[in-house]
């Protein structure tokens, strides 16, 4: 099964950034789509960032213009990158891939998540 561990959450006062990190146990050139979604209790998980194979990115318009979303092929890694952080980014952020073939159903894997916090 493909792992997937995230890092580099923590509490961060308002204003302030932090870059998430995605760790793959195999090349990520295999996935399609790669991305981070976030959920805050008692709230629906939600897309924040999205890149594709083909090197488009998506982001929710409540992020976009302040998260960045990459890659490090080299290293099997996925970056978020977190500036101007708001009090309503408070959440636990998920890495997300997805893997899709004509030939066989669509695999994609969850990472375990990591808290972000944003104090005011």
């Known amino acids: 099964q493909v792992q997937l561990v995230e890092s580099g959450g923590g509490l961060v006062q308002a204003g302030g950034s932090l870059r998430l990190s995605c760790a793959a146990s195999?090349?990520?050139?295999?996935?399609?789509?790669m991305g981070w979604y976030r959920q805050a209790p008692g709230k629906q998980r939600e897309l924040v960032a999205r890149?594709?194979?083909?090197?488009?990115?998506n982001y929710a318009d409540s992020v976009k213009g302040r998260f960045t979303i990459s890659r490090d092929n080299a290293k099997n890694t996925i970056y978020l990158q977190m500036n101007s952080l708001k009090v309503e980014d408070t959440a636990t952020y998920y890495c997300?891939?997805?893997?899709?073939?004509?030939?066989?159903?669509?695999?994609?894997?969850w990472g375990q998540g990591t808290q972000v916090t944003v104090s005011s």
């Open positions: 890149t594709s194979s083909s090197r488009t990115t």
């Open positions: 195999e090349s990520i050139f295999s996935f399609n789509v």
């Open positions: 997300y891939v997805l893997r899709v073939s004509a030939l066989m159903p669509k695999a994609e894997y």
